[in-house]
């Protein structure tokens, strides 16, 4: 019973291509995250949706488009993929109460 | 920008207890400090978090100084599989605030 899943795993595309990534959580969480992780290791929020509402929003390329259908979902769109957006991205969920993080296991995309 | 100062890597000995400072000097009324690792290639995991006062869960200790300006995290009894990255992160408890993470402290448990 995975709590946070994403979908794909692994994600091999060409540049320009659109693609997606898809979460779900079955924690009971209202609120939920996406984050990217570069070559570097660095994690940077990218988003972050309370009851399927943006609440934040950082600096990211409008072609990287998150929807939230209901509050234990959240997927990625990211459109013309360019060869910079090769990355991890990790979904996560939270209580917005407070109360830790849990993450999923990550999509690798690949853009070749 | 992380709020919190790490050092960059660490080793303790299998069996032995990994303490793992952080310093938070700026750290505010509200904001809580909260502790995550990252095992290699998996997505990270939280461990522990706290307000002012000592805390303890089944993975771990968390020490907050009574000034609250820095925190030590506290691996009782580390294995082979304690061998990740921690960062320590301040946040208020609230969605609308960010959890930033830093650059972490690797901690390499050897055998």
């Known amino acids: 019973d995975t709590a946070v899943s994403q979908t794909p795993k692994y994600l091999v595309t060409q540049m320009g291509n659109d693609k997606s990534i898809k979460c779900e959580q079955n924690?009971?969480?209202?609120?939920m995250y996406w984050y990217k992780q570069d070559s570097k290791k660095f994690l940077k929020i990218m988003f972050s949706?309370?009851?399927?509402?943006?609440?934040i929003n950082e600096t990211v390329p409008n072609r990287f488009s998150p929807k939230s259908p209901d509050k234990a979902h959240l997927n990625l769109h990211i459109n013309s993929l360019e060869l910079g957006d090769s990355a991890v991205y990790f979904c996560?969920?939270?209580?917005?109460?407070?109360?830790?993080?849990?993450f999923g296991s990550g999509t690798r995309l690949t853009v070749v | 920008d992380a709020k919190t100062t790490q050092p960059p890597s660490m080793d303790c000995a299998e069996g032995r207890a990994a303490n793992l400072p952080c310093n938070h000097s700026?750290?505010?009324?509200?904001?809580?400090v909260y502790w995550y690792r990252q095992i290699h290639s998996q997505g990270p995991q939280y461990i522990i978090h706290?307000?002012?006062n000592n805390e303890t869960n089944e993975m771990a200790s968390l020490i907050i100084t009574e000034d609250r300006k820095s925190s030590t995290l506290i691996l009782p009894h580390a294995t082979l599989r304690d061998t990740a990255v921690y960062y320590c992160?301040?946040?208020?408890?609230?969605?609308?605030?960010?959890?930033?993470f830093g650059s972490g402290t690797r901690l390499l448990v050897r055998p």
């Open positions: 700026t750290i505010s009324g509200n904001e809580y």
């Open positions: 992160i301040v946040r208020e408890e609230d969605s609308s605030y960010k959890l930033i």
């Open positions: 996560a969920s939270s209580f917005s109460a407070g109360g830790g993080y849990t």
């Open positions: 949706y309370n009851n399927k509402e943006l609440i």
């Open positions: 924690l009971g969480h209202d609120t």
């Open positions: 706290g307000l002012k």
